[in-house]
């Protein structure tokens, strides 16, 4: 079960799909009262990942043309144009490069979008992040228009989309050959009870859109426009009255009904479109989000990180468990040969007491056997270390809300032993660092879990203090569990030891070494080792 929440203006609509079916729909009107049951509504439903879809009057869209740069130039050049036409609106901007220039100086074709009014959105999304639903996207419903145009046959040539959601409203988008050129909301005075008479209220608004195209020289006179218009079944025979296809203009008008069949839509209400468009927006592949705050987004980041990092603990537990029925395999082994080696032992303290007590001297052979026997269960005890105990305590730790996101890419397992036999007394009575070897299964000596952990930080361009904050809380953090006895720095996103400098420190970088080393921003690999489980 999916969801995604439509945003007319005046009231917010929550569009429930299972696949391709409709399965129900709730709204929310904009006043305290609308605010309160929509908060009442997301604290009793599962906090699944949703995103939002705007189709509202406040939304402006400019055509404008910036010199052909590319990388930071383009997006500085395009930032000035944001502050000079939407400063107030900064973080609910959108731009998208759409072609070049054919003469002159060949410059870049940029739509500029923005919403006018980000407290009209910004009511609702403090309510969803208020009960903690991660938000995936703010989506505007003119931009992702264009995926309908296959569907009614209007991908080349200009195209005019005509489209109703509400019942006091009309979206007319402009496209050229399926690239978005304009769009405009009209307000009309329709009934809510009787939208049979959509005609004579679509008229005069579409041609007006059409007259503003042409005097802004969006097309010339002599182009011909297919003005594609969405309409229910009871709408459809007011549009042919009012509509007449002529020498510059031709209207194809679409059943809402036969445009949900084509894309195998099933339970679709037919009067608005809204529901539509819900369906379009929810199945956006490939498509990121238009507006909205980077740290709006924070929980759905949160949600795609947990959910890697449980996919990540499902595959190791099940190369754990794998390993596990091996180690197994040769525990049963083992204790077949302690319980075998157990009998002998017995038979020979039988006959040993009833026979050869005074031959102590000779005959050792039980002393031995209760020894192998010994050496046995130690075997089986110490072959129960895995990685699997390290893998779920390491991924509790690194999954932790405080660290923030991370990515783990590899991770070195070994075990070491600490080795008793080489740890003496100096002529001082000093004592001698512990020592540590391979581990020996026979042995029952500590064993310790030994990892080079090697990940990844997201960071910011030239932001080190941030880096260093980051990586000290993970190593802090890590740090502070009961099972971690070390945990050590190999190399860091920003080296900040005194040992190590920066590469720009050095020498002046190659073009290729600066991609190479922008590559590797946010890597660091940790050394950790960690006490293996008391059992053990």
């Given amino acids: 079960m999916k969801r995604i929440f439509y945003f007319s203006g005046h009231r917010l609509t929550v569009f429930h799909w299972s696949r391709k079916k409709f399965t129900g729909a709730c709204s929310f009107e904009s006043n305290e009262i609308g605010f309160e049951k929509f908060k009442q ?41 944001m502050d000079r036409h939407y400063r107030s609106s900064r973080h609910y901007t959108y731009s998208e490069i759409q072609g070049r220039q054919k003469s002159g100086r060949k410059d870049d074709e940029v739509l500029l979008a923005a919403i006018t009014n980000p407290e009209l959105v910004r009511s609702w999304i403090r309510i969803i992040e208020e009960c903690n639903v991660p938000l995936s996207a703010v989506l505007s419903l003119p931009l992702i228009s264009n995926k309908l145009l296959p569907v009614i046959g209007a991908k080349k040539g200009y ?24 769009s405009r909301q009209s307000v009309i005075n329709q009934d809510a009870k009787n939208i049979s ?4 209220h679509a008229r005069p608004e579409i041609e007006r859109t059409l007259t503003f195209n042409r005097n802004q020289h969006q097309l010339e006179d002599s182009d011909v426009i297919d003005v594609h218009i969405i309409a229910s079944d009871t709408q459809t025979d007011s549009l042919h009255s009012v509509f007449t296809s002529g020498f510059s203009t031709n209207y194809h008008i679409h059943r809402l009904t036969e445009v949900s069949q084509k894309l195998g839509l099933h339970g679709l209400p037919d009067k608005f479109a809204d529901g539509l468009f819900s369906w379009l927006a929810l199945h956006r592949a490939g498509m990121t989000s238009h507006y909205g705050n980077r740290n709006e987004f924070v929980r759905y980041y949160y949600a795609l ?55 102590e001297e000779l005959f050792s052979n039980a002393l031995l056997m209760d020894t192998a026997v010994g050496m046995v269960d130690q075997i089986e005890e110490n072959g129960q270390v895995t990685p699997l105990d390290f893998m779920l305590e390491l991924s509790k730790l690194v999954s932790s809300p405080q660290i923030g996101r991370i990515y783990i890419d590899k991770i070195e397992w070994s075990t070491r032993q600490r080795d008793d036999s080489r740890k003496k007394k100096s002529r001082r009575n000093a004592e001698i660092p512990l020592v540590y070897g391979r581990t020996n299964v026979t ?72 991609s190479r080393l922008h590559a590797k921003r946010g890597l660091f690999t940790l050394k950790v080792v960690m006490k293996a489980p008391e059992n053990v």
């Fill in 197 to 200: 008479n959509i005609g004579e």
């Fill in 41 to 81: 509504y997301l604290e009793t439903s599962a906090k699944t990942p949703t995103s939002m879809l705007l189709d509202v009057i406040e939304e402006d869209f400019r055509k404008d043309v910036i010199p052909h740069v590319y990388g930071k130039d383009r997006k500085a050049v395009i930032s000035r144009l």
């Fill in 443 to 514: 042995s029952s000596s500590e064993i310790q879990h030994v990892a080079v952990v090697t990940g990844r930080i997201p960071i910011s361009h030239n932001n080190y203090r941030e880096s260093v904050d980051r990586i000290n809380n993970i190593l802090s953090l890590i740090n502070s569990s009961d099972r971690v006895e070390e945990v050590s720095p190999i190399n860091l996103p920003v080296e900040v030891r005194p040992e190590k400098k920066f590469a720009s420190e050095s020498r002046k970088l190659s073009d290729e070494e600066k």
């Fill in 305 to 359: 990180a947990s959910n890697a990092l449980y996919a990540a603990s499902v595959a190791v537990i099940i190369a754990s468990l794998l390993l596990i029925e091996s180690n197994i395999s040769d525990g049963m082994s083992y204790k077949e040969s302690s319980v075998l080696l157990q009998k002998r032992t017995d038979e020979f303290k039988r006959v040993y007491s009833e026979k050869y007590q005074a031959y």
């Fill in 159 to 182: 195209v005019l989309l005509v489209s109703q959601q509400v019942n006091s409203n009309l979206r007319q988008t402009f496209f050229k050959n399926g690239v978005m050129l304009s």
